[in-house]
């Protein structure tokens, strides 16, 4: 084995830098690549550099849901504007027959039925106009209300509308049975069916509007 010189140092048999650490450079620590930034697992969007959607879809759309108009069912709208159409028929002839003598009403004339006794009273014209004429601007108005398309509309007057106009022919009703029975004395089948319309109608449409019918749904709360 050859002596060493004296004032030399030996080097390692590896050689050269290869004896440092990986790690380190120059003998200094290199940094962590997964200490210099946040983790994927902390991104935002699930690691992927993309932020999170919001999640504002679904409870949007179910206010949404819930801002929709109560609209009363198929059948509730056929029946009332079916009933309405029945009442303006009925005074559609009323009103013919009161303003041309040549038609003749098909009613039965005794002592308890006569439509012609009934329509040419004095009862028959209050403050001065035809209560055929009354009764036909009553449900051209009810035609138009109880329609299926009016029913779909949320407008908040046409619904007290609606209903305060069942409350005022209701009122007139009574007071036209009251003329049959204790002034005129006799009863008028077509002035009838139109009352009996009149009563159905305000049952509906009465029970629709405690129902909602036609009202805007509140949203719930959270």
């Known amino acids: 084995m050859a002596a060493r010189k004296p004032g030399t140092t030996a080097r390692p048999a590896s050689g050269g830098t290869q004896s440092r650490d ?4 120059g003998g200094r620590p290199e940094a962590s690549t997964t200490a210099s930034g946040p983790r994927q697992g902390n991104r935002p969007g699930g690691g992927n550099g993309r932020p999170a959607p919001a999640r504002t879809a679904a409870p949007v759309k179910a206010a949404a849901a819930e801002a929709q108009p109560a609209a009363p069912p198929l059948w509730f709208q ?3 504007w079916i009933l309405s159409l ?3 028929g009925a005074s559609i002839y009323l009103t013919i027959a009161h303003y041309n003598t040549a038609v003749t009403l098909a009613c039965p004339a005794t002592s308890t039925i006569n439509c012609e006794k ?9 403050f001065g106009i ?3 004429v009354l009764g036909l601007a009553f449900y051209v108005f009810l ?3 109880n329609s299926p398309w009016a029913w779909r509309i949320t407008w908040p ?16 009703v009574l007071y036209l049975i009251y003329a049959e029975l204790f002034s005129i004395g006799a009863i008028c089948l077509w002035c009838t069916s139109v009352h009996v319309i009149t009563f159905a109608l305000f049952v509906l449409i009465v029970f629709g509007t405690a129902a909602g019918y036609g ?3 509140a949203p719930a709360r959270a």
């Not at 990986?22 to 450079?25: C, E, I, S, Y």
């Not at 009934?118 to 209050?126: L, Y």
């Not at 007290?160 to 409350?167: L, Q, T």
């Open 22 to 25: 990986k790690g380190t450079r």
């Open 78 to 80: 056929l029946t009332t």
């Open 86 to 88: 029945g009442g303006l």
């Open 118 to 126: 009934v329509t040419t009273s004095s009862e028959s014209i209050v």
């Open 130 to 132: 035809p209560v055929a």
């Open 143 to 145: 035609a138009v209300v």
């Open 157 to 172: 007057p046409l619904r007290w509308a609606r209903v305060g106009s069942m409350v005022v022919g209701i009122l007139f």
């Open 215 to 217: 009202a805007v749904k």
